[in-house]
């Protein structure tokens, strides 16, 4: 409804809106949904995209196949944990793993702002053959295109990725159902903070490493023990909140979930008190979301706690059919709240 | 986490509650002037476990939110100027002025860079020497004290490419405005812990005593909000006004005198229009013509655009705590933090935004 529907009046504070792109476009809040939706799936409209999935699953012959892109534009290129290279590699790597596929092929696609140092291209390039290696991923085409010194920043990177989906495997966000219950892999908000500690402009020093790593063997193997996953999203933009809010979305379901059940380390916590930053819309690039029947979790939950990258997994919370879309946390105090998706950014608080 | 922790503790909190509980009640209206305490009050939602008799009223609190169109404006203005970086507190970037907010500024070209401390403003003019660095200093007593520092620190490097727009804001006029308005009545006032940690709070005896009104410096997390409005409901009960200091790790009757002298050697007392609010004498604070080449405003002369805001923004009134942010017409339809039009629904402690963010669909939550 147009605002003069509702008042009467036009707004006196003029708004601009939606006429430029702006940062909040790409935080993976509402405004990027809003962006998706009004633009991209209006215009690409089909199947595959509107299954609002990491990736798109599809048959090809006798062969179920799992095709992701995703592009890296991290600034500072080096952080704590990683950089933009091994990020790029094991991000793909990633999506790939949430479709219920075997990473098998990426493609690299490097924008290149000229001046840009060939050392650190080195030590990027490196990592990005260590992380493929480990993920038993080959890098089998690329691309290169160097732009004018300030229309580019540094270095961006286009991962896309292919692999194969075993029979009987379904994930999608239209599966969840009541009484799913909904695993998280591990601590969050460590890699957005140790990025945004890392930030030139912010004299700002933390222990805080990113958590950037492939998870493709912990998927494989629940995969083999729990063939019944419905759902399977590493929480990157936008964070675990804004993540169980897509889902909560796309299966029109609500989702409930227990603040002293989400794990984040201290010291991580503390950069978000100074910050004023909610850890539950903070970003991660090595952790997950498992959505699956209730009568699975348990045993889902030893399968990735034997694994190092999932042993501080954890049960927390569960899907109920009432006031679809929504996702409620019970506070760490007994009370509870509805957990929005955030529009933009979060922005630092001033006090 | 070390005094954290603590003060996010259920069992102790179910204490506080009983205690609350166990107080001969009647209906009563408290205020938190806070913008970070009503934060709070959402975040962990302090009002479910209250009884009905216990009101809570959002106070002034948010310096953002407070901020006028005015400042913003100018401060939009120099920042699309060539040359000019404006280094700004991150939640202010979304704030509407009379045209656009800072962040469409930038997405129009603008320079604008966030901010964690005014220290940041004064490491950019020092690598940036060829570009005038402003820093938009907003904010109550707590971050004046910081922001007059950045101002000392560029007058001993001789730092000329330094400036400052200054649109701080005092508290103790704030509330007296809002105790001595026909309006509204309250029964007790959470007093800010962290402006208190500076001013001390000889201020919030001068105003128990004035208004006949309680009056508890309260801190910020869970068991010091339930404790703060404990204490206040016990004098209410009793009929009596006294000032009580709940945030005594924190807080003194003197305060910080050193940060009091930086802001007195910086600054001078000037009237200030608030959003909302409008005019209040003596509540905001102004460079002093000694530190003068630092003042943006009286350098580079920044367009001021008159502006009228939307008749139907009650924020005014929410900021006084005479509504709350659900009697709002635009509330969640015209206004959103996507598209705020009043400031309220901007900050995270603006008392819209925590709203819209944590009780909007309250309904929900019922019978669950």
């Given at each position: 409804?147009?605002?003069?529907?509702?008042?009467?009046?036009?707004?006196?504070?003029?708004?601009?809106?939606?006429?430029?792109?702006?940062?909040?476009?790409?935080?993976?809040?509402?405004?990027?949904?809003?962006?998706?939706?009004?633009?991209?799936?209006?215009?690409?409209?089909?199947?595959?995209?509107?299954?609002?999935?990491?990736?798109?699953?599809?048959?090809?012959?006798?062969?179920?196949?799992?095709?992701?892109?995703?592009?890296?534009?991290?600034?500072?290129?080096?952080?704590?944990?990683?950089?933009?290279?091994?990020?790029?590699?094991?991000?793909?790597?990633?999506?790939?793993?949430?479709?219920?596929?075997?990473?098998?092929?990426?493609?690299?696609?490097?924008?290149?702002?000229?001046?840009?140092?060939?050392?650190?291209?080195?030590?990027?390039?490196?990592?990005?053959?260590?992380?493929?290696?480990?993920?038993?991923?080959?890098?089998?085409?690329?691309?290169?295109?160097?732009?004018?010194?300030?229309k580019g920043d540094k270095l961006f990177i286009n991962t896309s990725g292919i692999g194969l989906v075993q029979d009987g495997i379904d994930i999608s966000p239209k599966r969840i159902a009541p009484g799913d219950k909904i695993i998280l892999s591990g601590s969050i908000a460590d890699h957005g903070i140790a990025v945004l500690a890392a930030r030139e402009n912010l004299n700002f020093r933390t222990e805080v490493h990113s958590d950037t790593a492939a998870v493709h063997d912990i998927i494989n193997k629940l995969l083999q023990v729990c063939k019944d996953v419905h759902v399977l999203r590493d929480p990157t933009r936008g964070g675990v909140a804004g993540t169980l809010n897509e889902l909560a979305r796309s299966g029109q379901v609500s989702i409930f979930i227990d603040e002293v059940r989400v794990k984040v380390k201290e010291e991580v916590n503390s950069a978000c008190e100074i910050l004023g930053f909610d850890p539950l819309y903070v970003a991660n690039?090595?952790?997950?979301?498992?959505?699956?029947?209730?009568?699975?979790?348990?045993?889902?939950?030893?399968?990735?706690?034997?694994?190092?990258?999932?042993?501080?997994?954890?049960?927390?919370?569960?899907?109920?059919?009432?006031?679809?879309?929504?996702?409620?946390?019970?506070?760490?105090?007994?009370?509870?709240?509805?957990?929005?998706?955030?529009?933009?950014?979060?922005?630092?608080?001033?006090? | 986490?070390?005094?954290?922790?603590?003060?996010?503790?259920?069992?102790?909190?179910?204490?506080?509650?009983?205690?609350?509980?166990?107080?001969?009640?009647?209906?009563?209206?408290?205020?938190?002037?806070?913008?970070?305490?009503?934060?709070?009050?959402?975040?962990?939602?302090?009002?479910?476990?209250?009884?009905?008799?216990?009101?809570?009223?959002?106070?002034?609190?948010?310096?953002?939110?407070?901020?006028?169109?005015?400042?913003?404006?100018?401060?939009?203005?120099?920042?699309?100027?060539?040359?000019?970086?404006?280094?700004?507190?991150?939640?202010?970037?979304?704030?509407?002025?009379?045209?656009?907010?800072?962040?469409?500024?930038?997405?129009?070209?603008?320079?604008?860079?966030?901010?964690?401390?005014?220290?940041?403003?004064?490491?950019?003019?020092?690598?940036?020497?060829?570009?005038?660095?402003?820093?938009?200093?907003?904010?109550?007593?707590?971050?004046?004290?910081?922001?007059?520092?950045?101002?000392?620190?560029?007058?001993?490097?001789?730092?000329?490419?330094?400036?400052?727009?200054?649109?701080?804001?005092?508290?103790?006029?704030?509330?007296?405005?809002?105790?001595?308005?026909?309006?509204?009545?309250?029964?007790?006032?959470?007093?800010?812990?962290?402006?208190?940690?500076?001013?001390?709070?000889?201020?919030?005896?001068?105003?128990?005593?004035?208004?006949?009104?309680?009056?508890?410096?309260?801190?910020?997390?869970?068991?010091?909000?339930?404790?703060?409005?404990?204490?206040?409901?016990?004098?209410?009960?009793?009929?009596?006004?006294?000032?009580?200091?709940?945030?005594?790790?924190?807080?003194?009757?003197?305060?910080?005198?050193?940060?009091?002298?930086?802001?007195?050697?910086?600054?001078?007392?000037?009237?200030?229009?608030?959003?909302?609010?409008?005019?209040?004498?003596?509540?905001?604070?102004?460079?002093?013509?000694?530190?003068?080449?630092?003042?943006?405003?009286?350098?580079?002369?920044?367009?001021?655009?008159?502006?009228?805001?939307?008749?139907?923004?009650?924020?005014?009134?929410?900021?006084?705590?005479?509504?709350?942010?659900?009697?709002?017409?635009?509330?969640?339809?015209?206004?959103?933090?996507?598209?705020?039009?009043?400031?309220?629904?901007?900050?995270?402690?603006?008392?819209?935004?925590?709203?819209?963010?944590?009780?909007?669909?309250?309904?929900?939550?019922?019978?669950?």
């Amino acid at each position: 409804m147009a605002s003069d529907e509702i008042t009467g009046i036009s707004c006196p504070v003029p708004q601009v809106s939606n006429e430029k792109i702006t940062l909040g476009h790409g935080s993976g809040g509402l405004l990027t949904h809003e962006l998706i939706t009004k633009i991209f799936l209006k215009e690409f409209d089909n199947d595959y995209l509107n299954m609002s999935h990491d990736g798109a699953v599809f048959i090809s012959g006798t062969q179920k196949l799992a095709f992701t892109t995703d592009t890296f534009v991290v600034n500072p290129l080096f952080f704590p944990g990683g950089n933009i290279g091994d990020l790029a590699v094991n991000g793909t790597v990633n999506d790939l793993a949430m479709c219920g596929a075997v990473p098998m092929f990426l493609s690299a696609g490097f924008i290149i702002e000229e001046g840009f140092s060939q050392e650190d291209l080195k030590k990027i390039v490196h990592s990005m053959k260590a992380a493929a290696v480990n993920c038993g991923v080959s890098i089998i085409t690329g691309d290169t295109k160097v732009v004018e010194k300030g229309k580019g920043d540094k270095l961006f990177i286009n991962t896309s990725g292919i692999g194969l989906v075993q029979d009987g495997i379904d994930i999608s966000p239209k599966r969840i159902a009541p009484g799913d219950k909904i695993i998280l892999s591990g601590s969050i908000a460590d890699h957005g903070i140790a990025v945004l500690a890392a930030r030139e402009n912010l004299n700002f020093r933390t222990e805080v490493h990113s958590d950037t790593a492939a998870v493709h063997d912990i998927i494989n193997k629940l995969l083999q023990v729990c063939k019944d996953v419905h759902v399977l999203r590493d929480p990157t933009r936008g964070g675990v909140a804004g993540t169980l809010n897509e889902l909560a979305r796309s299966g029109q379901v609500s989702i409930f979930i227990d603040e002293v059940r989400v794990k984040v380390k201290e010291e991580v916590n503390s950069a978000c008190e100074i910050l004023g930053f909610d850890p539950l819309y903070v970003a991660n690039e090595g952790k997950f979301i498992c959505i699956l029947p209730g009568s699975e979790a348990e045993e889902a939950l030893k399968v990735i706690r034997s694994f190092k990258y999932g042993n501080d997994a954890e049960i927390i919370g569960d899907v109920r059919a009432e006031n679809p879309g929504r996702v409620i946390l019970h506070t760490r105090l007994g009370t509870k709240r509805v957990l929005e998706m955030l529009s933009g950014d979060q922005l630092p608080r001033i006090c | 986490m070390k005094f954290i922790e603590e003060f996010r503790d259920k069992v102790e909190t179910e204490i506080v509650i009983e205690r609350i509980l166990s107080l001969p009640l009647k209906r009563m209206r408290i205020m938190e002037v806070c913008g970070s305490q009503t934060h709070a009050i959402m975040k962990y939602g302090l009002e479910e476990l209250l009884p009905e008799e216990i009101m809570l009223v959002h106070g002034p609190g948010c310096p953002v939110c407070v901020t006028p169109p005015e400042f913003i404006d100018m401060a939009i203005d120099l920042a699309m100027r060539k040359d000019f970086i404006l280094a700004s507190y991150g939640d202010m970037l979304r704030v509407p002025g009379s045209g656009k907010d800072m962040l469409k500024a930038k997405a129009d070209g603008a320079d604008i860079r966030i901010i964690h401390s005014p220290l940041d403003a004064i490491r950019i003019a020092r690598s940036e020497r060829q570009k005038n660095v402003v820093l938009f200093a907003i904010g109550f007593e707590t971050t004046a004290p910081a922001n007059a520092s950045a101002i000392l620190v560029a007058e001993k490097e001789q730092l000329k490419n330094f400036f400052m727009i200054s649109c701080h804001v005092l508290i103790p006029p704030a509330v007296e405005y809002i105790l001595s308005s026909d309006n509204i009545s309250l029964d007790g006032i959470l007093a800010p812990g962290h402006v208190c940690s500076i001013t001390g709070y000889k201020w919030c005896e001068n105003i128990s005593g004035r208004y006949k009104i309680p009056v508890t410096v309260t801190g910020f997390e869970p068991l010091d909000i339930l404790q703060g409005i404990y204490r206040t409901a016990e004098q209410v009960v009793s009929g009596r006004y006294k000032t009580i200091n709940q945030y005594k790790r924190a807080v003194t009757r003197e305060g910080n005198p050193k940060a009091q002298e930086v802001i007195k050697s910086v600054f001078e007392i000037s009237e200030r229009n608030w959003r909302g609010l409008g005019s209040i004498p003596c509540s905001g604070l102004n460079i002093r013509e000694d530190y003068s080449r630092f003042d943006a405003v009286k350098v580079f002369n920044p367009e001021v655009k008159t502006t009228n805001e939307n008749k139907n923004c009650i924020a005014g009134e929410i900021l006084q705590g005479v509504k709350k942010p659900a009697e709002c017409i635009l509330f969640g339809k015209t206004c959103s933090p996507e598209n705020p039009v009043g400031a309220p629904m901007v900050s995270s402690e603006g008392a819209c935004a925590a709203y819209f963010m944590y009780k909007r669909n309250k309904g929900i939550l019922h019978g669950q």
